[in-house]
């Protein structure tokens, strides 16, 4: 479970993150929707411990992540697909995580053939593909086998196996009751997958419900439109 | 300990460590041979002040080994997955600096002796003087690698912090000896600490100082670590 009380982010005196009170429930696949710079990332970011809220907290089963003792036995995380030192191997990169936080070796190489990129294992990285690096994120986002997933874009540059794939996994993962956070623009494929959708704007909070609730037999696409434009009228109209 | 498995493990998977880690350990011997065969040595020096004394410049490389450790993060993009991974941050300061610190202490170690073991040979008629500073200058060494991942960390860019850390290294040696009475300045750097210790061996204690100096800079650094968003 994840949760979000008054989370709040300022950049200098630009709000990115307005205000958001969130819960992501164990047991779904939650998405996490809103147009680019709307705080989505800001959001995860703050989840992982990477940001510092300027208000509010995100905790994660009660506890802040920066308390988490071996956090990626509790947290998996994908934020961008390209962090990888281009020097380094794929095994390698997963190496030095695993060990940061005791995982076994053997566990590397099970990731590595989980996401399909066991016969590029000793390639360095520098050559991949946008879809390999995407891959190499999620292998890493797998090393502690943890209860809870925040994935920002995984279906970013993948094939259409690839997104096949991510789509079975992210539903293993919730019928198993975890924890699954996934941001994306691809709202067909949201449509297809997700249980419940969060939208925010401008970081602000836009919607919070479950799928079926919030689109009620329309597509999901017409529906986040029209939440983003009714959003950007009420605050073009505040500001008037 | 698994923090610091995992900075070794980073260090080691990279080739770009090994170059400079092996610059190192060879610049020294290049320069003493150099000074030996070039007969530059003054009749009256110690083959120790003289060849080991100018191995300083080897102090350059062992900085930028500590910055690419550090900031190299950064322009690889791994800073996110790390910081995810150990969320605390500050181990991962200070395992860097044990990785860098250790690694460069026994290389220097090595490169020195080697140095002064070859340039004693080619230069049979000069007095050896003692091998023990050569432990005191490889401190210094290791030194100015941590004091690289302190300025990689605050900086945040490689190529940024090893022209500071560049500077930092050089400026003291090349200003003090226009600066008249402040001269002492010079002595203050790993530079002159090392040139100290081998002119006069009683000055470990300046040696261990600078060192210390160097250590220290990881406190601001980890300020700046567990503050800044990543």
Not at chain 1, 68 to 93: I, K, Q
Not at chain 1, 196 to 207: D, E, F, T, W
Not at chain 2, 188 to 196: I, R
Request: glycine share 12%; with cysteine.
């Amino acid at each position: 479970m994840i949760e979000l009380i008054n989370l709040t982010k300022t950049y200098g005196g630009r709000t990115v993150v307005d205000d958001l009170t969130v819960t992501v429930h164990p047991g779904r696949i939650t998405a996490f929707l809103g147009p680019n710079g709307a705080g989505k990332s800001t959001t995860m970011r703050m989840i992982l411990g990477l940001a510092a809220p300027t208000r509010g907290s995100a905790t994660i089963h009660g506890h802040a992540y920066r308390d988490l003792p071996v956090p990626l036995r509790h947290v998996g995380a994908l934020l961008e697909a390209r962090s990888s030192h281009p020097g380094r191997t794929a095994r390698n990169h997963l190496l030095f995580l695993a060990r940061s936080n005791g995982i076994a070796t053997s566990r590397v190489d099970e990731v590595l053939d989980e996401v399909g990129l066991a016969a590029v294992a000793h390639r360095r990285t520098g050559g991949f593909s946008l879809g390999m690096h995407q891959r190499l994120g999620i292998a890493a986002a797998l090393l502690g086998d943890p209860p809870v997933l925040v994935l920002d874009e995984p279906g970013n540059g993948l094939d259409a196996e690839g997104i096949r794939w991510i789509r079975d996994l992210l539903r293993g993962f919730a019928a198993q009751g975890r924890t699954v956070l996934v941001s994306s623009h691809l709202l067909s494929e949201v449509q297809r997958t997700a249980d419940q959708v969060v939208v925010i704007g401008a970081g602000r909070l836009l919607a919070d419900a479950a799928l079926s609730a919030l689109v009620g037999g329309r597509p999901l696409e017409e529906v986040y439109l029209q939440l983003i434009e009714q959003s950007i009228e009420y605050h073009s109209g505040r500001l008037a | 300990m698994n923090i610091i498995i995992s900075e070794w493990t980073k260090f080691r998977t990279l080739r770009s460590s090994w170059w400079t880690l092996g610059t190192v350990a060879l610049l020294p011997v290049a320069v003493a041979v150099l000074v030996a065969v070039t007969g530059s040595l003054a009749s009256n020096d110690t083959v120790l002040a003289g060849a080991i004394g100018n191995t300083v410049v080897a102090l350059v490389p062992a900085a930028i080994l500590g910055v690419l450790l550090a900031a190299g993060e950064h322009t690889g993009a791994t800073m996110g997955p790390t910081i995810v991974a150990v969320p605390r941050r500050w181990p991962v300061l200070a395992a860097k600096a044990v990785v860098a610190g250790g690694s460069v202490l026994a290389v220097a170690l090595a490169g020195n002796l080697v140095a002064f073991v070859v340039a004693a040979s080619l230069l049979p008629d000069h007095e050896t003087g003692e091998a023990a500073p050569l432990v005191a200058v490889a401190i210094v060494y290791a030194g100015t690698a941590v004091l690289g991942v302190a300025v990689g960390t605050a900086l945040r860019s490689s190529a940024g912090a090893v022209t500071a850390v560049t500077g930092v290294l050089l400026l003291p040696a090349l200003l003090g000896p226009i600066v008249g009475r402040l001269r002492w300045l010079a002595d203050l750097g790993p530079f002159g600490a090392v040139q100290q210790v081998v002119l006069e061996p009683g000055r470990w204690l300046t040696a261990a100082g600078v060192a210390v100096a160097c250590l220290l800079s990881v406190v601001p650094a980890g300020w700046l670590l567990l503050r800044r968003d990543v």
